[in-house]
């Protein structure tokens, strides 16, 4: 593990975490404000009162502007911004995405973060967008590979060094770039050149972009997410082993009226109630708010306490093994988030590696339930079972099962496993009475598997009249077959 970072409490592939900086140590997952140096709409001093334990700026912007740079210099970036907990400072990699060249060198911005004190330095990467073509990511990749390890030779003492992670939309440049940078031992490391996709919602591919970085990366080293400022989709980049989050969407969405939530954002305009109870939404009707003539300046800090308000709900749900749960949830606020969830879990085998082998109850939300990281390892220990002479497989307890030599409790999703394990995690499971398709599917696969291990053993299946699958057929060419009711009647 990282001498700068110690994970606490771990949850799929989220965790609650210490990243220690020369100004403080910082609890993640958490979010970053973006503090920009020219124009404030709520100042840095104010910030921990929302819950910020950390800021970020734009390093390039102060180095560029006379004023600010002077004031850098002679007071430190804690002074300029007055501040006194841990900033971190971006380097112009974004002006570079936007204006396609910045005015200075690689060298130039490291040895200026360097000397202004920055907690958490960034280089000059290359920005590579979505879909460029593979030759130019791949050329692009190569020369933020040599200016990162210049980077690393450059920087040294107690100030944290970024190394960000880019190769466009191809997992596989990703990977690669996160397994150079690995051994280079960065403190930090941010994903860069996503929002774009995150701008266009393609969160599927995003979902891909992370888990490929990720896997390139040591499991102990912290991940930002560059430029992810929106709750609705914390959880999901959480879930994937995302630490931290920078946010400018608090006041740029309230320079354009909008009023962010974890479903999604409002035009204040078209609210006639505000759904919040932060001391901003307690204080204000959606008729005062629309009319204040402080309206931008509200909305922004109104933005922020929704934005703090799910990190804290999120670092609740790893304490109490509830995150998959709560990222099912969020994902169906959009129709793309719901993309990004069913992608999410064909990285299963993946996230199985890294969830936690026990945890809180386990909560059936929907089809994707199915292919969570329990289930999955649960298939993978069918071969534990012993079975022999009579079994009895049931969906509950029924009369007359002690003639039988095994008796087994039949789940979905999870399959049939001994009854005495049915107050054992995760075969607690709170599932619906009535599996949907995808839950009967994997079930009913998890037995067929079960038998075909135990060819000696003989079946009885007991199961609802409910239960319409077509495996249920192949139950039966393995099992005596009888639905409950007309068992009851025997």
């Known amino acids: 593990m990282s001498a700068t970072f110690e994970i606490l409490d771990k949850d799929a592939g989220g965790r609650i975490g210490k990243l ?23 100042s840095p001093k104010e910030m921990r009162s929302f819950g910020a334990e950390i800021l970020i700026t734009n390093s390039y912007i102060i180095y560029r502007k006379e004023e600010l740079r002077s004031v850098a210099l002679q007071k430190g970036l804690h002074g300029l911004l007055g501040f006194d907990g841990p900033i ?21 911005i ?29 050329d692009e990749l ?24 880019q190769g466009s939309t191809y997992p596989e440049l990703r990977e690669k770039a996160a397994s150079h940078l690995k051994g280079l031992n960065f403190e930090v490391y941010p994903l860069g050149a996503v929002v774009p996709l995150m701008e266009s919602y393609r969160y599927a591919e995003l979902v891909d972009v992370i888990a490929a970085s990720k896997r390139g990366l040591s499991p102990a080293s912290p991940v930002h997410l560059f430029g992810a400022g929106h709750p609705m989709m914390f959880a999901l980049a959480v879930a994937l082993g995302c630490d931290l989050f920078d946010s400018a969407a608090y006041a740029l969405y309230a320079k354009d009226d909008r009023y962010i939530t974890v479903n999604g954002t409002y035009h204040v305009e078209k609210l006639n109630y505000l759904p919040c109870s932060c001391p901003i939404c307690s204080k204000y009707t959606a008729e005062e708010l ?19 308000a799910e990190i804290r709900l999120i670092k609740q ?56 990281p329990e289930v999955l390892r649960f298939a993978k220990r069918l071969e534990r079972f012993s079975l022999e002479g009579s079994v009895l497989i049931r969906t509950g307890q029924i009369k007359g099962e002690g003639s039988y030599d095994q008796i087994l409790t039949f789940k979905a999703p999870f399959g049939a496993f001994p009854r005495e394990m049915e107050e054992v995690y995760p075969f607690s499971a709170e599932v619906s009475k009535y599996p949907d398709y995808e839950a009967l599917s994997t079930a009913l696969s998890n037995t067929l598997k079960l038998m075909d ?33 007309a068992w009851k009647k025997e």
């Open 110 to 138: 490291l040895g200026f973060q360097q000397k202004i004190g920055s907690d958490i330095i960034v280089p000059l990467d290359i920005p590579t967008p979505p879909d460029v073509h593979y030759r130019r990511a791949e």
């Open 317 to 372: 749900c790893i304490k109490d093994g509830k995150l998959l749960e709560l990222v099912e949830q969020r994902c169906r606020a959009h129709p793309r988030l719901l993309d990004g969830l069913k992608k999410l879990y064909t990285h299963s085998p993946w996230l199985e590696q890294l969830d936690p082998a026990t945890k809180g109850t386990y909560f059936y939300c929907g089809p994707e339930s199915a292919s969570r």
């Open 453 to 485: 291990l135990n060819p000696k053993a003989e079946y009885t299946f007991i199961c609802e009249k409910e239960f319409k699958h077509p495996l249920i057929e192949e139950i039966s060419k393995k099992a005596k077959l009888v639905y409950r009711e």
């Open 88 to 108: 971190m400072t971006d380097s112009g990699s974004f002006q570079l995405s936007v204006y396609g060249s910045v005015e200075v060198t690689n060298e130039e």
């Open 290 to 308: 629309k009319k204040a003539d402080n309206k931008e300046e509200l909305l922004g800090r109104h933005n922020l306490y929704a934005t703090f």
């Open 142 to 165: 190569a020369v933020t590979a040599e200016r990162l390890e210049a980077a690393r030779k450059f920087i040294k003492g107690e100030q944290l060094l970024a190394g960000p992670v």
């Open 20 to 42: 220690k900086t020369p100004h403080g140590t910082v609890e993640t997952p958490t979010v970053m404000p973006v503090i920009n140096p020219n124009i404030q709409l709520i």
